[in-house]
């Protein structure tokens, strides 16, 4: 997951999603997330739209899904 985190930073999407999908999107959302949540707490209130426990379910559902499916692709490959 390291190599596609790193991979994702210097822009090189393509090699980022064959090193680890799952690294892959986490470091995304991750890179989406963190203005968000860095303005947010900087007036103190959530900014745009609050978080709740549906969207966390379902986001973590996705990464966990796509981790899963990547690992699966892995193991039938190998």
Do not use: K, Q, Y
Request: aromatic share 8%.
């Amino acid at each position: 997951m390291t190599t596609a985190w790193a991979n994702v930073m210097e822009l090189r999407m393509g090699e980022a999603v064959r090193a680890n999908s799952g690294g892959t999107l986490l470091a995304i959302l991750a890179l989406m997330a963190t203005p968000w949540l860095l303005l947010s707490a900087a007036v103190g209130r959530w900014i745009l739209v609050a978080p709740n426990d549906l969207v966390l379910v379902i986001v973590a559902g996705v990464f966990v899904a796509v981790t899963l499916a990547d690992w699966a692709w892995r193991m039938m490959a190998a």
